[in-house]
């Protein structure tokens, strides 16, 4: 029946139904009636197709628009056009939008493909990835970008230059392992040696602050070897090269003669942003190397004299200085106080905003929760509504926030706000910030508040599992803070020995880490978890294993009580001993204290 209405139209009528149709969306009373090369006809051809259902007019605040009345009408229509009718019918609306509305971009490139004119399909289709871009439509940019790579492949500087925008745009979007793809096939291609060591970088960047640990830190060593960087297989040589470097800045100091970017040689540039990375990538799985890394890209930094890369580095320096604990706060802050000084000056939002989530990461090591509530809300206000390309710089902000509600005792707005983060995470494959929202931060609280343990349990158990996936170590924090969770777990299902024989299990290497690192946090953390099982243990038993497990509980609260941080940690689990042996009083006191 349709297609006997349409067969009796008029030329012009078929005319401008097939342009309508051709459009494949709405289009302005203006340009069918000029697509369609109507004139003073045109109203009435329109009256007739409106009159026979074919085509319906709507009013829009930018004027009347013209459409096909049913999308069974487009595919007959589309169906009677021969290959060459259609590519005609394409060419002739691409030059009527050029003419009268070329707003558009994305919609000129569609008729320009589908007309055979890649080549201005694919200018077309760049210039609307660079206005979706600008506008932060990532998620369209990106399809955009892609699609003319797809247009062009045989122009290879093109590709390249195309490949690398779609890599930023994917940064910026947050999808940081798609970013990594886009720089690597960039940086196989690439001519310019400069370019490709380049391209590698933010290839290994994107890869590390995803979590993708083994694909970053692989690149990373071809990358470092390629610009005569060494990574050092050799603990001690880590270990003297780290008090090598913080003795000489300490004797130099945090003084720094400032430069230009346009005045320093790309090349002393480029090198210290591999050490940037360098100490950004290791500093996520191996704090030692992550600490050497950024003591020698401090000193250069320092040495060249450009401010932001200053800036990037002395906000890292706020965070390693903090990792001595609660008396470190206060050379930390100055530090923290130099970087939102520079951050300011250079009117660097991402520099203020990343200053902001380290000093979250400070508050939290030197056991003022409070201020790390703060910084984090700040960090996050900064980052979300000023910058782009930030997902690692957020999730360390958003992760240190939720500690800090952990330790707070504020968990329903914990329970609240931490879904969100969680599905924002998954949905972009960011294994980092999934790892750092379930171990770091107390995901686990969020189960055990609603009294689900089993599901506290196996989020854990999850979580380090996929870690290990991407990094295929064992002795690292995500696995120290696991160990940690799920005797947390345990002791909440008053499984006392259960969470003991995991301790015991696993602290050989557990003490091992510590020492190493020395963090002040984690020691008691560490401690005071030991500490509680070991008295959980304790009260299932009795005798000399009860003695036994009472001996292992008073060694952690000695070793606690050496910090100040640990003071109230050590009185709870002293608290647990007084009540085991019969003092209660001693034990009010304690839990009061």
């Known amino acids: 029946v349709i297609e006997a209405r349409i067969a009796n139209l008029p030329d012009a009528a078929r005319t401008l139904l097939t342009i309508v149709s051709i459009a494949g969306q709405p289009i ?23 009159t026979e259902h074919l085509l319906r007019v709507r009013e829009t605040s930018a004027g009347s628009q013209v459409e096909i009345y049913h999308e069974q009408i487009r595919e007959i229509l589309n169906a009677s056009l021969t290959v060459e009718d259609r590519t005609e019918l394409h060419r002739e609306m691409a030059a009527a939008l050029q003419e009268i509305e070329p707003e558009d971009p994305a919609v000129l490139a569609m008729h320009f493909h589908e007309a055979g004119m890649d080549d201005e399909a694919t200018r077309f289709t760049i210039e609307a990835a660079d206005k ?8 369209r940019a990106a399809r955009l970008y892609r699609d003319a790579i797809v247009l062009k492949p045989e122009d290879r500087a093109l590709v390249l230059q195309l490949r690398r925008k779609l890599g930023d745009v994917l940064v910026a979007s947050g999808r940081g392992v798609e970013a990594a793809g886009a720089y690597l096939a960039s940086a196989e291609t690439e001519d310019s040696p400069s370019r490709r060591i380049e391209c590698f970088r933010l290839a290994a960047d994107q890869y590390l602050r995803s979590g993708h640990t083994l694909e970053g830190i692989s690149i990373l060593r071809r990358l470092a070897t390629s610009v005569g960087i060494r990574i050092t297989e050799s603990q001690w040589r880590v270990v003297l090269l780290i008090i090598l470097r913080r003795a000489l800045i300490k004797l130099g100091g945090l003084r720094y003669h400032e430069r230009r970017e346009c005045e320093i040689a790309p090349e002393q540039l480029l090198r210290l942003d591999v050490y940037w990375s360098l100490a950004v990538g290791f500093s996520l799985i191996d704090p030692l190397l992550g600490i050497m890394f950024h003591s020698k890209h401090l000193l250069l930094a320092l040495g060249i004299g450009e401010p932001y890369r200053i800036g990037l580095s002395l906000a890292f320096e706020a965070g390693f200085r903090s990792l001595r604990g609660y008396d470190a706060y206060a050379r930390a802050e100055e530090v923290l106080r130099k970087c939102t000084t520079l951050g300011l000056q250079l009117n660097r939002p991402h520099l203020l905003g990343l200053t902001s989530a380290i000093g979250a990461t400070c508050g939290i090591l030197s056991g003022r929760c409070r201020d790390a509530k703060q910084f984090a809300i700040q960090a996050v206000e900064i980052l979300e509504s000023q ?3 930030v997902a690692w710089e957020l999730a360390t902000a958003r992760t240190y926030y939720f500690v800090a509600l952990g330790l707070l005792g504020e968990w329903k707005e914990l329970s609240e706000k931490f879904p969100w983060a969680l599905k924002d995470a998954q949905e972009r494959n960011d294994l980092y910030a999934l790892t750092q929202l379930m171990l770091t931060a107390p995901a686990f609280l969020v189960s055990l508040a609603a009294d689900r343990p089993e599901e506290a349990y196996q989020n854990v158990s999850d979580a380090i599992a996929n870690w290990r996936k991407g990094t295929q170590r064992k002795c690292d924090l995500p696995h120290f803070m696991s160990i940690f969770e799920l005797a947390e777990v345990l002791l909440y299902k008053t499984s006392g020995q259960q969470a003991w024989d995991l301790m015991s299990e696993n602290w050989g290497w557990m003490r091992r880490f510590l020492s190493m690192f020395r963090v002040e946090w984690l020691v008691v953390l560490a401690y005071h978890i030991r500490g509680r099982t070991a008295l959980a243990a304790a009260c299932a038993t009795s005798g000399e294993k009860q003695r036994a497990l009472l001996a292992k509980a008073r060694d952690s609260v000695a070793k606690i009580k050496r910090y100040k941080m640990g003071t109230p940690f050590a009185a709870l689990i002293r608290a647990g001993i007084e009540e085991m042996q019969g003092r209660r009083s001693n034990r009010f006191q304690l839990l009061a204290n």
Do not use: H, K, P
Not at 28 to 50: H, K, M
Not at 132 to 139: I, K, P, R, V
């Open 387 to 389: 910058c782009t390309g």
């Open 28 to 50: 302005s009373d203006r340009l069918a009636r000029v697509a369609a090369r109507l004139s003073s006809e045109y109203l009435l051809v329109l009256e007739q197709l409106c």
């Open 132 to 139: 979706a871009y600008a506008s932060l439509a990532f998620e």
